[in-house]
Each structure stands twice: as structure tokens, then as C-alpha cells.
């Protein structure tokens, strides 16, 4: 048997499971490069208490996917109602709780690994996460506003040297508008003039990631791109309905490795990891179980 908690909004016992599928624990394996992303380009090395800033990253990361959760309760009642909150494995009021409690550990970590800088940019990333979940979700300027948070992401590993990252994190920016418009036709379906459109600009996201990195060091990592995540944009140029969408969607959050791999390429090693993180979870997402991320 799994193991339990108490859920004190209900009084009922809940599995750590239902916890974990709150957090969306797994889709945090695409967050841990940002930082290093950002470390890399800012000739900041993740070394000694700078190698927590991955973990700070996820744990932000975390809260959000548990916030996001809280606010979309009613609309998950009809949409999802498999989902940890609709389902009642999780109260409400105890997620809330949860998230405030992830966003805390986060701030802490962060500053603990970066200072003063690492707090500040811990803090915009936490500002940027509650404006996306609670007011910009469903409006026109979502996915801008969900690319900036994986901007911040980046900002937080470069530290004060931010400015030289400002180009690895505008792709990771790109890459995540990209995913964001796509899966808000993951419920109902589209046109395919919508794949076509994000396809367009995972093109771009390649290209700028190829163009920023001297010689062809990135070569490798945009192969795994491509193959992470033009299948999954091809099918649903094909046949646009909400599954295939779904399974484009978990593909391109998949890919968000291969794009960091690509811009990892000043530090072979940290690329070759990255890009075996990105076959991996790539392959683990072709399975039926969602790895959501909206």
C-alpha cells in the first residue's frame, strides 16, 4: 500500500500519489536546465551553494503546477474531474496551503544558493507564476506571460551577470509560447493551421538556439529536438483533435530539454546530459499516462 498523509481540509487520508500528481512531479525534469542554461552563458558555474538553484527552480516550478491546479478547481470539475482537487484526493484549501508552502521553500532555497540576487530573481519568477495561473491564463496575453517565467528561470541561474543570458533565455521563452498556445486546443481541438503555426516557431526556436552557438556544437541536441518534437507536431497536422494535440503538447514539454541541451552547447558534458534527460523523459511521455503542464 501507498503511503498516506492527512488531508486537513477533509479530514480523509490521501496517498502521497495524489500529491505528487498535484505537483505534476516529473514535468519538473524540464525546469533543472534553465539554471544551468543560465549559469553557462553567464560564466557563473553551478558550483558549491550554487547548486541548489536547480532545485529552488523546481521547487517554484512545483508550486506553480499545484496554484495552477487550485485555480482551475471548477473548470477540472467538467474537464478533468480525474484530477487530485475535483476528484476530492485533495482538498482546496490544503492545496493552497501546499503551494504557498512549496513557494516558501523555493524563496528560501533560492536565496540560500544565490543571495540577494537569487531571492529577487526567485521573487519576480513567483510574481510571474501567480499573475499567469490566477489572471493572464486564459486571456490573450497567457502565453507571454507563461514565457516569462521560464525567462526568469534562466535569469536565475545567470545571477547578476543576467544580461549576458538575456539571448538562451529568450529561447527558452520562444520554445514555451510555443507549447502554451498549443495546449490551449488540448480540451477541444483545432484547425491545422494551429500545428502549422507552432511547428513555424519551433523552427525559429532551433534555428536561434543553432545561430547563437558557435560551429555546429549544437548539432546533436537539435537533432534530439527535432525528433522529440516533430512527430508530435506532424500528427497533429494530420488530425488536429484533442488527444493528438495532448500527446503534441506532452512531446514539446519533453523537447523544453533538447532546446536547453541546444543552448548548453558552450559546455559539452552538461549538453550530452541534457540530451539523454530529453530522450528519456521524450520516451517516457509517449506512454498513455499525461505528464501535463497547463
Given at each position: 500500500?501507498?503511503?498516506?498523509l492527512?488531508?486537513?481540509?477533509?479530514?480523509r487520508?490521501v496517498?502521497?500519489?495524489?500529491?505528487?500528481?498535484?505537483?505534476?512531479?516529473?514535468?519538473?525534469?524540464?525546469?533543472?536546465g534553465?539554471t544551468?542554461?543560465?549559469?553557462?552563458?553567464?560564466?557563473?558555474?553551478l558550483?558549491?551553494?550554487?547548486?541548489?538553484?536547480?532545485?529552488?527552480?523546481?521547487l517554484?516550478?512545483?508550486?506553480?503546477m499545484?496554484?495552477?491546479?487550485?485555480?482551475?478547481?471548477?473548470?477540472?470539475a467538467?474537464?478533468?474531474p480525474?484530477?487530485p482537487?475535483?476528484?476530492?484526493e485533495?482538498s482546496?484549501?490544503?492545496?493552497?496551503?501546499?503551494?504557498?508552502?512549496?513557494t516558501?521553500?523555493?524563496?528560501?532555497?533560492a536565496?540560500?544558493?544565490?543571495?540577494?540576487?537569487?531571492?529577487?530573481a526567485?521573487?519576480r519568477?513567483?510574481?510571474?507564476?501567480?499573475?499567469?495561473d490566477?489572471?493572464?491564463k486564459?486571456?490573450?496575453?497567457g502565453?507571454?506571460v507563461?514565457?516569462?517565467c521560464?525567462?526568469?528561470?534562466?535569469?536565475?541561474?545567470a545571477g547578476?551577470n543576467?544580461?549576458?543570458a538575456?539571448?538562451?533565455?529568450?529561447?527558452?521563452?520562444?520554445?514555451?509560447?510555443?507549447?502554451t498556445?498549443?495546449?490551449?486546443?488540448?480540451?477541444?481541438?483545432?484547425?491545422?493551421?494551429?500545428?502549422a503555426?507552432?511547428?513555424?516557431?519551433?523552427?525559429?526556436?532551433?534555428a536561434?538556439?543553432?545561430v547563437?552557438?558557435?560551429g555546429?556544437?549544437?548539432?546533436?541536441?537539435a537533432?534530439?529536438?527535432?525528433w522529440?518534437?516533430g512527430?508530435?507536431?506532424?500528427?497533429a497536422w494530420?488530425?488536429?483533435?484533442?488527444?493528438?494535440?495532448?500527446?503534441?503538447?506532452r512531446s514539446g514539454?519533453?523537447?523544453m530539454?533538447?532546446?536547453?541541451?541546444m543552448l548548453?552547447?558552450r559546455?559539452?558534458?552538461?549538453m550530452?546530459t541534457?540530451?539523454?534527460?530529453?530522450?528519456g523523459?521524450?520516451l517516457?511521455?509517449s506512454?498513455?499516462?499525461?505528464?501535463?503542464v497547463?
Amino acid at each position: 500500500m501507498g503511503q498516506v498523509l492527512c488531508d486537513t481540509g477533509s479530514g480523509r487520508p490521501v496517498k502521497v500519489k495524489a500529491y505528487l500528481n498535484l505537483m505534476r512531479a516529473p514535468a519538473a525534469l524540464t525546469v533543472l536546465g534553465d539554471t544551468a542554461v543560465g549559469a553557462i552563458w553567464a560564466g557563473r558555474p553551478l558550483t558549491g551553494r550554487r547548486l541548489a538553484l536547480p532545485l529552488a527552480s523546481a521547487l517554484l516550478y512545483w508550486s506553480g503546477m499545484v496554484l495552477n491546479d487550485w485555480a482551475d478547481r471548477e473548470r477540472d470539475a467538467i474537464e478533468r474531474p480525474e484530477r487530485p482537487i475535483p476528484s476530492g484526493e485533495v482538498s482546496a484549501g490544503t492545496a493552497i496551503s501546499f503551494a504557498a508552502a512549496l513557494t516558501a521553500a523555493g524563496l528560501a532555497t533560492a536565496t540560500a544558493a544565490g543571495g540577494r540576487h537569487g531571492l529577487a530573481a526567485a521573487g519576480r519568477i513567483t510574481l510571474c507564476v501567480a499573475a499567469y495561473d490566477l489572471v493572464a491564463k486564459d486571456t490573450a496575453a497567457g502565453p507571454l506571460v507563461m514565457s516569462g517565467c521560464r525567462f526568469l528561470d534562466v535569469m536565475l541561474g545567470a545571477g547578476p551577470n543576467y544580461r549576458r543570458a538575456l539571448v538562451p533565455a529568450s529561447v527558452i521563452g520562444g520554445h514555451t509560447t510555443a507549447i502554451t498556445v498549443l495546449s490551449r486546443s488540448e480540451v477541444t481541438g483545432s484547425e491545422r493551421s494551429l500545428p502549422a503555426v507552432v511547428g513555424g516557431m519551433a523552427a525559429s526556436v532551433a534555428a536561434s538556439a543553432m545561430v547563437s552557438t558557435p560551429g555546429f556544437r549544437a548539432a546533436p541536441a537539435a537533432a534530439v529536438y527535432a525528433w522529440s518534437f516533430g512527430p508530435g507536431l506532424w500528427k497533429a497536422w494530420q488530425q488536429p483533435s484533442a488527444t493528438v494535440l495532448r500527446s503534441a503538447v506532452r512531446s514539446g514539454i519533453a523537447s523544453m530539454i533538447a532546446v536547453q541541451a541546444m543552448l548548453a552547447a558552450r559546455a559539452p558534458r552538461t549538453m550530452l546530459t541534457l540530451c539523454g534527460l530529453a530522450i528519456g523523459l521524450r520516451l517516457k511521455v509517449s506512454a498513455p499516462q499525461p505528464t501535463e503542464v497547463t
